[in-house]
């Protein structure tokens, strides 16, 4: 075969590459330039987790040139079994011989192995034995796979900012992934002057990510930002993988934790905006006539179809949520007649909002370390020394907030309008502190809330130096708390009673 395909090579001047599956049979034969070649889709043998596509590459070479950084970056991002070049001379007989694999995870780093041979005739391997026991090494290394087994992901940032602010991102959007009940396996980032419209990232680091992937089993890449329906596409295609993005992590998030009615609306709708121009046009096939007797034309498509109807369940959730708009402003329409102060709780996810809440009105409402615990308003009388108020936690923020959930979230937070004062609530210990403050102050301007007086509570104070918390109260004007310790909340109380009196 080899012989055959150097003859054949030399005859057009062109680089000839056969595509062949485990039990040998040639798959394609495919015709190249005289430099490289073209590798069709492979999609109706897409892989599994963990486990190669099935087929090896073997092609020839006319200019004696070993294997190239795109037979290797085809080696990867296809998932192939082996890429292997025949060198031939000009009367085109074989000569040396190039291959490479994917490595499973090893030490030394590499991502795959590249062997070479002077001598076609010194070619002695056992093709299926040694590709089956390549494969048990990936499940290995992948620590399994399967129904019933933990999701992986590998987490991607593609930034234009500085180290440490990519690497405070990825530290957020693993607690996310691990709020999803996935397994972070890896994380990578790539710092680019300009960013890829179309994959992001160079190809050479979409090879390498697939190949990571690849190594550890993973089943999904999150990227850290969001993604156009045409990035996820280009994508998609491109690593046969699936791809989520930071929006969609959160959404997930928000439909695991919701509870009431209210919440659930909430997030359906955010979730059918994000949905919404994602829709694309599959193939022609999709169509169908649905013009009615006497109908013109072709009718709706099924795109067309399933955005109709997006689009009027967005309109049917909208009107649902006007009614409890409603019920709401009935209820603060009472408290101002009885001139009730409204105290709210707002602050990063994750800072302690419920568990202030709990400790401040005697209640058990439910909180955890974890983001999102809480998606639904919550208010609890506060008994103060003279006076009776109205105390209220609402949803946490983030940075870089999805637009469509805070515009989904927006009845829920039209309770902060009422407020006299509000608590915003950060986690003293974090390291990305002023970050997170900036980004609440942000979503709280954007709602046009910097009107209201507003406490800075520094919790979790118990997790640093008594003098260093005071050092960053000092700084930014807030109160050290911590949640869990009530006789910690006496000077918040006291400047709480200061702002209704």
């Not at 998609?236 to 609306?265: G, H, N, P």
């Not at 909002?353 to 209640?363: I, P, V």
Request: hydrophobic content about 40%; aromatic content about 4%; charged content about 30%.
């Amino acid at each position: 075969m080899a012989r055959r395909l150097g003859e054949i090579s030399i005859d057009i001047n062109k680089q000839v590459a056969l595509l062949i599956d485990r039990k040998g049979d040639v798959e394609y034969v495919i015709v190249g330039s005289d430099k490289d070649i073209f590798i069709p889709d492979l999609a109706r043998f897409r892989s599994g987790s963990g486990r190669l596509k099935g087929l090896r590459c073997v092609h020839t070479h006319l200019h004696g040139e070993p294997l190239s950084q795109e037979d290797l970056t085809d080696l990867a991002l296809l998932k192939l079994d082996l890429m292997l070049s025949i060198s031939i001379d000009a009367k085109g007989i074989p000569r040396d011989l190039h291959y490479a694999y994917i490595l499973p995870q090893n030490r030394l780093g590499y991502s795959w192995a590249l062997e070479d041979l002077t001598d076609i005739g010194k070619l002695d391997i056992d093709f299926t034995k040694f590709i089956k026991e390549l494969e048990i090494e990936f499940t290995r290394s992948g620590e399994g796979f399967g129904i019933g087994k933990q999701e992986k992901a590998v987490l991607v940032n593609i930034t234009t900012s500085t180290k440490e602010d990519a690497e405070k991102s990825v530290h957020e959007l693993t607690e996310l992934a691990l709020a999803c009940d996935l397994k972070v396996v890896d994380c990578i980032i790539q710092r680019k002057i300009k960013i890829d419209p179309r994959f992001l990232l160079g190809k050479g680091k979409i090879s390498e990510l697939v190949v990571r992937t690849l190594q550890t089993g993973a089943d999904l890449l999150i990227f850290d930002g969001e993604l156009t329906p045409a990035q996820v596409r280009s994508l998609t295609d491109y690593t046969e993988m699936k791809i989520i993005d930071r929006s969609q992590l959160i959404l997930d998030i928000f439909a695991r934790r919701a509870v009431t009615k209210e919440s659930k609306i909430q997030v359906e709708l955010a979730q059918l905006r994000y949905l919404l121009p994602r829709l694309i046009r599959k193939n022609t096939a999709m169509s169908r006539l649905t013009g009615g007797i006497g109908g013109r034309g072709p009718g709706e498509t099924k795109l067309e179809i399933n955005r109709r109807r997006v689009r009027d369940r967005i309109a049917l959730l909208n009107r649902e949520l006007q009614i409890i708009r409603g019920h709401r402003n009935e209820r603060r329409k009472t408290r101002k007649n009885r001139e009730i102060p409204i105290i709210s709780i707002v602050g990063y996810t994750n800072a302690g909002k419920s568990t202030l809440l709990n400790n401040l009105t005697g209640n058990h409402l439910t909180a955890g370390d974890r983001p999102f615990v809480t998606l639904d308003t919550t208010s609890r009388r506060l008994q103060l020394k003279n006076k009776e108020a109205i105390i209220t936690d609402t949803v946490g923020f983030i940075m870089d907030l999805p637009e469509n959930i805070l515009d989904s979230f927006a009845t829920t937070l039209e309770e902060l309008n009422e407020a006299h004062v509000l608590i915003h609530v950060a986690d003293i210990s974090n390291p990305g502190l002023e970050d997170q403050i900036e980004s609440v102050n942000k979503i709280l301007n954007s709602l046009n809330l910097t009107e209201i007086k507003t406490i800075v509570a520094l919790n979790k104070s118990d997790k640093i130096s008594s003098e260093q918390a005071q050092n960053i109260a000092t700084k930014l004007n807030g109160i050290p708390i911590s949640a869990i310790h009530p006789s910690s909340l006496f000077e918040l109380k006291r400047r709480i009673e200061d702002l209704i009196s």
